[in-house]
């Protein structure tokens, strides 16, 4: 008997690998740049449901998504400023902070005092691990942008952690 799997049985086993394998990094990713768990779960979700949308015109379905996920939370921080809604000082945005180790709150909060780009170049260049050329087509600047930023950032925590 020959096989019974339809393109639509291809797409979404592609999708399928693709959400077991990316889901709870790109939660991660999410995670720190928002400093909410549950906006980052939104994000992630939404970032699914526009690759799963596009995948017949995607060529690296996990680099879009990574973008993808990564122009949310920018979005989501604009829409933040915007608003007004500032994340208090004293409190986590959403991190537990009886589940997290003390120098992780304050990594955490040392990320918080980033503005947007540079925390964005920050958690992807050292927490997921994305090279310059890659960071700079995710962001759509210069990689020579991002090793400035990247440079700035490092000093601006530096300062923070010390």
């Known amino acids: 008997m020959g096989s019974t799997m339809t393109v639509d ?11 077991l394998a990316e889901r709870i990094p790109m939660v991660r990713l999410a995670t ?4 909410s768990a549950h906006q980052a ?10 690759v799963g949308d596009r995948w017949d015109m995607i060529d690296r379905p996990g680099g879009y998504l990574r973008t993808t ?9 604009r829409r933040r400023e915007v608003e007004g809604r500032h994340l208090e000082a004293s409190t986590m945005g959403g991190l537990d902070e ?9 990594l955490h909060d040392a990320l918080r005092r980033l503005n947007e780009r540079q925390r964005t170049v920050i958690v992807l260049r050292y927490f997921v691990d994305i090279p310059d050329p890659e960071i700079a087509q995710i962001m759509q600047i210069s990689p020579v942008t991002v090793r400035t930023l990247t440079h700035r950032s490092l000093s601006i925590l530096r300062e923070e952690l010390s």
């Open 9 to 19: 049985d291809k797409h979404s086993g592609g999708l399928s690998e693709l959400y």
């Open 32 to 35: 720190l740049l928002l400093g």
């Open 41 to 50: 779960e939104e994000i992630v979700q939404d970032a699914f449901m526009t």
């Open 69 to 77: 996920v990564v122009n949310g939370c920018r979005a989501k921080l």
């Open 98 to 106: 009886a589940v997290l180790p003390s120098h992780l709150v304050e």
